[in-house]
């Protein structure tokens, strides 16, 4: 599986650690190795705009996913086949001074909160929700269960 880090802002986070949380959640969900999923730090600005644009909520989130695939919890997939293309599963896009203060108000690591940014976006990517009070908690305990793989606990 492949998983882009585009950092259009010179983030001062840990790109390695975060391709390797969205990678295990994608080996850990039964998805193939031909798979696709690009996560993008951008600045505030940027952020706010998408989050106006494509939620109608004014001013900047911590992190969006874009499916680029209709996805079910579950679901797994072998991928576009060893030879073929990858499938993209779709983007994910995460601010990171946001998350640097959201990290200090909420007394975390900017590791965690970072990963946890990173972990939530793949699985909303994989048809995950947390619209009501039993789809969050199935949510959180599979963040719980990928964090805990690089040794980092969800808040």
């Known amino acids: 599986m492949t998983v882009q880090i585009i950092d259009e802002q010179g983030s001062p986070v840990d790109h390695g650690l975060l391709g390797r949380l969205a990678g295990g959640v994608l080996a850990g969900e ?5 798979c696709l999923v690009d996560v993008t730090l951008v600045p ?5 705009e998408m989050n106006f644009r494509h939620r109608g909520y004014r001013g900047p989130t911590d992190v969006l996913a874009f499916p680029l695939q209709v996805m079910e919890p579950g679901d ?3 991928g576009g086949g060893e030879s073929g293309p ?8 995460i601010a990171p001074d946001y998350v ?20 939530h976006g793949v699985l909303h990517l994989l ?4 619209d009501s009070d039993s789809e969050a908690e199935v949510m959180e305990q599979r963040e719980r ?5 690089e040794g980092l606990k969800r808040r």
Not at 44 to 48: H, T
Not at 87 to 93: C, N, Q, R, T, Y
Not at 145 to 149: D, Q, V, Y
Request: hydrophobic share 40%; proline share 2%; glycine share 16%.
């Open 44 to 48: 505030e600005g940027q952020m706010a």
């Open 86 to 93: 990858p499938l993209h599963l779709g983007d994910i896009v």
């Open 100 to 119: 640097t203060r959201q990290a200090a108000r909420v007394g975390t690591r900017l590791s965690e909160e970072m990963g946890l940014m990173v972990v």
């Open 145 to 149: 269960r990928h964090l805990a793989r």
């Open 76 to 78: 797994g997939v072998a």
């Open 30 to 34: 039964g998805y193939g190795r031909n």
């Open 127 to 130: 048809g995950y929700r947390h």
